[in-house]
């Protein structure tokens, strides 16, 4: 059975840093391309990033180009999140996901096969 656990988050300042991780589970790590998604308050999910299966291709939403950092490790069937020069609007639940497909630099995540329960992100001005 697939599972994917985020771990990392927590309440930092504005300004800050975190590095989320996403441990994976029950499936061929390797095969799988993986995106990293949120979700604020009163807000539809969003896309954040995503990283092809082999860790060559990568895309950001326009948000958090130039301050978040989405990588890789099929060696430890493990995908990250470095996010740097957090904002209090990164606020959110963020959620990893995987899917055997092509991924894309956008969409709303539902051609994921598998997600993570989501951990928490909380920026403070």
């Known amino acids: 059975q697939a599972q994917l656990v985020e771990s990392g988050g927590g309440l930092v300042q504005a300004g800050g840093s975190l590095r989320l991780s996403c441990a994976a589970s029950?499936?061929?790590?390797?095969?799988?391309?993986m995106g990293w998604f949120r979700r604020a308050p009163g807000k539809e999910r969003e896309f954040v990033a995503a990283?092809?299966?082999?860790?060559?291709?990568?895309y950001y939403a326009d948000f958090v180009k130039g301050r978040f950092t989405i990588s890789r490790d099929n060696a430890k069937n493990t995908v990250y999140l470095q996010m740097n020069s957090l904002k209090p609007e990164d606020t959110a639940v963020y959620y990893c996901?995987?899917?055997?497909?092509?991924?894309?630099?956008?969409?709303?995540?539902?051609?994921?096969?598998?997600w993570g329960q989501g951990t928490q992100v909380t920026v403070s001005s």
């Open positions: 996901a995987a899917r055997r497909g092509v991924i894309s630099g956008s969409g709303s995540g539902l051609e994921y096969d598998y």
């Open positions: 990283i092809s299966r082999g860790g060559a291709t990568t």
């Open positions: 029950g499936l061929t790590f390797s095969i799988h391309g």
